[in-house]
């Protein structure tokens, strides 16, 4: 049993995957029914984070990590920046204590309220990237005592979706082609090499089913249609089993 009555589902997996338009596949099913807040639009318009007085009239919550507000653009313009000298442990940090701010301002009381979050990212990000960052010298337990990653896997998803790709070649190719530049470290080909086994993983799958998440894997080698409509079933199936 989850410690909440809402709904949260999670998209992760590598840069480039096609997290985006999944996000967007399933933001359009929530919009033909439900009323949506996008918590992405509104970071990047104010930068910093609402009071959640101005959420309770909405049913589904958009969101991301990092996310675009304090703490969160601190990650993406300093910490994870190209050229930066910061650690892993760094970045480690950084990113839990904006999973922490994020959790407590919006995340929890949202779910406690019963609402749907569909949210780009998660802990599982942090789990692989910065272990990957740091050769594997940091572990898992080191990350999963984080104060914020430990209250995110406490209250860990109810679908984790994690699209999945043959040829991570195909992801440069991809990031090289679309509009948002992101200028991260870890967009080049050898880090995402080295990331891909791990978001297949049995070790990942099993801490996160261990807390009672659906994982589930999808083909994102297809066209973005194709990738949109298995998330789509996967989302749909989820919601008749609730």
């Avoid at 992760?12 to 338009?21: H, R």
């Avoid at 609402?115 to 999963?144: A, E, F, G, H, P």
């Avoid at 040829?167 to 090499?193: G, H, V, Y």
């Amino acid at each position: 049993m989850h410690p909440y009555k809402g709904k949260f589902i999670i998209i992760d997996g590598l840069d480039g995957i096609g997290k985006g338009v999944i996000i967007k596949a399933l933001e359009e099913i929530e919009n033909k029914t439900k009323k949506v807040f996008n918590l992405i639009d509104f970071w990047k318009k104010h930068k910093t984070h609402p009071d959640y007085e101005l959420l309770k009239p909405y049913d589904t919550i958009i969101s991301s990590e990092p996310t675009y507000a304090e703490k969160g653009l601190e990650i993406r313009n300093k910490i994870i920046a190209k050229g930066t000298t910061h650690s892993a442990l760094d970045a480690a940090k950084a990113y839990s204590q904006d999973r922490l701010i994020l959790y407590n301002k919006i995340i929890l009381k949202a779910l406690k309220d019963g609402k749907t979050i569909i949210q780009d990212r998660s802990v599982c990000s942090s789990l692989v990237y910065q272990r990957t960052q740091s050769d594997n010298t940091l572990s898992i337990t080191q990350l999963t005592n984080l104060e914020g990653n430990k209250l995110a896997l406490n209250n860990s998803p109810n679908l984790l979706i994690i699209p999945t790709i043959k040829n991570p070649e195909e992801l440069m190719a991809r990031l090289s082609n679309r509009t948002k530049q992101d200028n991260c470290i870890f967009e080049n080909i050898n880090f995402q090499l080295k990331l891909k086994p791990i978001y297949e993983s049995q070790e990942l799958k099993q801490l996160f089913e261990s807390r009672n998440t659906i994982v589930k894997y999808l083909d994102a080698s297809l066209s973005i249609k194709e990738t949109q409509e298995q998330a789509i079933n996967i989302y749909k199936e989820f919601l008749n089993n609730q």
